[in-house]
């Protein structure tokens, strides 16, 4: 049984802080690794996708992968208010077919 | 941009009733997923197709059937409603082994 594990939090930061959220998986031959912000009551939209071992940026996000230690995180710059929602680290697979696995989420709460 | 269309964002059926959600895509991806999310339980595979005329069962497919007799179309059927089949259904799309699009969710209640 594949499994994506993530603090549910909430994580909360003041504005302007930087957020660091985590991920750990456990299907050592996962190759592509996606994280998505969920609004309370709407649906996922994808942030970053990151396949390589480093550091991926994009304008205020930063995600990071490690695979060596099934490891994934998303540091969010410059936190804003507008950034409070639900993370989700989702882990794709390659086991006959391409399916994410999605981790329960955490919880960023910007405070003002 | 790729949408994802559901056709209903909430519904509310009676137990025993059958169920029909459906769902389109219109950027030719030939993956579909349906996907449900509960409190504490996250987002859980029910089904997916990678073709058409083609399903393969998810993590909880019981109580559930589906059906995608074109490309750009994925219905979840729930044979017979019960109240433990209340929750927010979100159909995904992808690509590949590309991300997913999700449309905006349906949040079912059976009563």
């Known amino acids: 049984q594949k499994e994506v594990e993530q603090n549910s939090g909430p994580l909360s930061v003041p504005e302007g802080a930087i957020a660091s959220l985590n991920c750990t998986y456990s299907d050592r031959g996962s190759q592509s690794f996606f994280w998505y912000r969920q609004y309370s009551g709407k649906s996922p939209e994808l942030i970053m996708f990151i396949y390589s071992n480093g550091d991926k940026e994009d304008g205020r996000f930063t995600a990071q992968l490690n695979k060596a230690s099934q490891y994934v995180s998303l540091l969010i710059r410059d936190s804003q208010p507008s950034d409070s929602a639900t993370y989700l680290c989702?882990?794709?697979?390659?086991?006959?077919?391409?399916?994410?696995?999605f981790g329960k989420g955490t919880m960023l709460l910007v405070s003002p | 941009d790729v949408k994802v269309t559901q056709s209903s964002r909430y519904l509310v059926k009676r137990t025993g009733e059958k169920v029909f959600l459906e769902c389109v895509q219109d950027m030719d991806h030939e993956n579909m997923f349906w996907y449900r999310q509960d409190p504490g339980l996250g987002l859980r595979l029910i089904y997916f197709s990678y073709d058409v005329k083609m399903k393969e069962k998810g993590d909880i497919p019981e109580g559930y059937s589906v059906s995608r007799e074109k490309k750009e179309r994925f219905s979840l059927i729930l044979e017979s409603a019960s109240t433990n089949q209340t929750s927010m259904y979100l159909c995904a799309s992808s690509l590949g082994a590309a991300e997913a699009f999700f449309g905006q969710g349906t949040r079912l209640t059976v009563v």
């Open positions: 989702a882990v794709l697979g390659y086991s006959g077919y391409s399916t994410l696995t």
